[in-house]
């Protein structure tokens, strides 16, 4: 069969400005495609909400294919293999209540099964900043190629529309950074700023995450280890339930506020 490279090169550049177009304005805009990121993406996108996520990386999972110090296997409690279970992820019992699973078998499949429901996923694309109106709401994310501030290049971004910003980028917490930097202190924290990690605890870290995941100011939510990095709570290391459960209630607060802003 004959093959134009030129038809391969416009199919591509075609349906990607095609999807990335209609990432222009949706429902809820997730930094970061981490565990966290993509469980809150695929709860979402299941029920029919415009989502999509932006990741820095070539490669989707954040911290999750690296296990621990690069054992790629994670552990899991019994409510963090629940979660596991719906995405068709094998995980056996190590001792009673450990659950252990393989992080690229978990990674694929999360990401497959978000893709699947419907949720956009833009790799090498890095959030920058957040689009703001009346109230200090965030009402959009700021996006650039990667490469573009990796070379330190002066290119000015793109903005997308969202009703609901997420969180997910990890430690870094870097879409709160630019809120407590440039909105000022309003995190709901003590101090107003992102508070940064505590030491290791891996209980307190996954009992707090979930408290902490919630909407730090109008229109951010936040998930997984952003969550405890903001409100100073404990890392927690390859324990990966607290980024899975964090997800989930990020999807379920996410609906909630989308449902107020529809009534
Ligand atoms: O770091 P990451 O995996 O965060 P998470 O989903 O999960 C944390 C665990 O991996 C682990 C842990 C478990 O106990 O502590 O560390 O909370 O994923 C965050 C993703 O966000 C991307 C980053 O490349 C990573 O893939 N990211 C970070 N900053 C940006 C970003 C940004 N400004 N724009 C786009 N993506």
Known sequence: MKM???????????SYMK??????????????????????????????????VFERQLRVGGGMPGGAMMFNHIVLQEEGKRILDEFDVSA???????????????ISAICLKAIKAGA??????????????EDDRIAGLVL????????????????????VAVDATGHSAEVCGIVARKIGPKLGTKTGDVMGEGAMWAEKGERQILENTREVCPG????????????????????????LMSGKKAAQIAKELLRQSSS
């Open 4 to 14: 134009d490279e030129v038809v391969i090169s416009r199919a591509i550049i075609e």
């Open 19 to 52: 999807d990335f177009m209609e990432a222009m304005e949706v429902d809820v805009a997730i930094a970061g495609a981490g565990p966290a990121g993509l469980v809150t993406a695929y709860y979402l996108a299941k029920d029919g909400i415009r989502t999509v």
């Open 92 to 106: 056996r019992e190590y001792e009673k209540g450990y659950y252990v699973a393989s992080s690229l078998e978990a």
């Open 120 to 133: 956009k996923i833009f790799n090498l694309v890095s959030v920058e900043d957040v689009m703001i109106r």
């Open 144 to 163: 650039n190629w990667s490469a573009v501030s990796w070379s330190k290049l002066h290119v000015d971004p793109l903005t997308v529309r969202c009703k």
């Open 220 to 243: 951010l939510v936040v998930a997984g280890m952003t969550a405890n990095a903001v409100f100073g709570s404990p890392r927690m290391g390859a324990i990966f339930g607290g980024m």
